[in-house]
């Protein structure tokens, strides 16, 4: 994809300004909506995109998921039950668990209604390619700064590798006070240049979580992931949350281990850390402050259910059983163990759950795996 519209209007704009936020920046290059990354027609998940998501390993993850959510549907009462899914890729997620739980769970099947929020209008046609045949039971709806298209529901908001790729602002330290950093430009090109903070609110934020950031060190701040929890909660009356991210606690994201940030854009399955090229063309993400979205939450009515990592998480709905059901399915094997590896997927992605309106819910994914009875248990 040709990116040199998209910077010369980013250019642009920092002439006009004089210098933009990090958060700004990264907005652009990911959500413009002519020549952002997100919005573009470039293929972006799966062997010809740029990364791989856990839905599009092993079909399992959906069903685990589905599992979860059937007991979900029984807390609330066997009612109507809709799912909200935050961007949703290819739509392979949203199809393994309406087909797990059409064939698994019929009664539950005819209670659920799944809604899917998409920005990007090609990833919405090729989700109707894929859930094709289960329009029935799935629609499309959209976000704005209005809100959603769709009234409160008694249910689920789900999202899987959603919160990391809202923009960030990124922030410092110099001479012992805490800065922002600005992207402005030269002969064309993009730098980076520290000044005061553009909105107060950055320093409550470390305040509140009671982080000191060293001298240097660099560090993101996702204004627009407690933003999103503030608005699930309002549009939530009962039910559960479910963020599915690579992240971690405030005390591990900010700590000297990553004293340069965690920032990182993918291209063609490669790394870098540098925003500044492929404009457009390149995937940007970081790491999810999961302590944030709980401290945010509680603020307005969402109560932490449970954090845990993605291994324990699936290892508790039952993918060790999945795994001996695929004896002699070697491929399929190590697809399922690539989800649970510990220094991969396994640990890096972790599972936050929040509830509203229930007393105290006791979730199977959550459970102690030294819980007595455990492994009978997940094989029911």
């Not at 249910?155 to 602002?169: A, I, K, Q």
């Amino acid at each position: 994809m040709d990116t040199s519209d998209l910077k010369a209007e980013i250019v642009n704009l920092i002439v006009k300004k004089g210098k933009i936020t990090f958060a700004d920046y990264m907005d652009l290059a990911l959500y413009h909506p002519k020549y952002g990354y997100y919005t573009s027609e470039k293929e972006k998940i799966g062997k010809r995109g740029d990364y791989y998501t856990s839905s599009d390993v092993h079909p399992v993850f959906g069903e685990l998921i589905a599992r979860q959510l059937e007991q979900m549907w029984k807390i609330l009462g066997k009612g109507k039950f809709t799912v909200v899914e935050m961007g949703a890729g290819k739509g392979w997620l949203c199809y393994d668990i309406i087909s797990f739980i059409k064939d698994r769970f019929p009664e539950f099947s005819e209670k659920i209604d799944y809604k899917i929020v998409e920005i990007s209008k090609n990833l919405v046609v090729k989700q109707s390619g894929i859930l094709k045949g289960l329009e029935d039971r799935i629609s499309w709806e959209s976000f704005s700064s209005d809100g959603f298209s769709f009234k409160p529901i008694d249910g689920c908001f789900l999202s899987n590798e959603f919160v990391d790729s809202l923009p960030v602002h990124q922030l410092t330290v110099r001479n012992g006070c805490l800065q922002e950093i600005y992207v402005l430009t030269k002969e064309g090109e993009f730098l980076e240049i520290t000044d005061e903070l553009s909105d107060p609110v950055l320093r409550d934020y470390f305040k509140e979580l009671s982080i000191n950031l060293k001298e240097g060190q660099k560090a993101e701040v996702n204004l627009n992931a407690l933003n999103w929890i503030r608005n699930i909660s309002h549009y939530l009356k009962r039910g559960f949350i479910i963020t599915i991210d690579y992240g971690c606690l405030a005390e591990d994201l900010y700590s000297e281990d990553r004293y340069r940030g965690t920032l990182m854009c993918y291209y063609k399955h490669t790394t870098s850390e540098n925003p500044f090229v492929r404009v457009g063309n390149q995937d940007m993400t970081s790491h999810v402050n999961f302590s944030s979205l709980m401290q945010a939450g509680s603020k307005c009515g969402l109560k932490t259910t449970g954090f845990a990592k993605q291994s324990h998480f699936l290892i508790a709905l039952g993918i060790l059983d999945k795994m001996k059901e695929s004896y002699g399915d070697i491929g399929g094997i190590l697809k399922m163990k690539t989800l649970l590896l510990p220094g991969g997927m396994g640990d890096i992605f972790k599972v936050l759950i929040q509830h509203k309106g229930i007393n105290s819910p006791k979730l199977i994914g959550l459970r102690s795996i030294s819980e007595p009875g455990f492994l009978r248990e997940s094989r029911a």
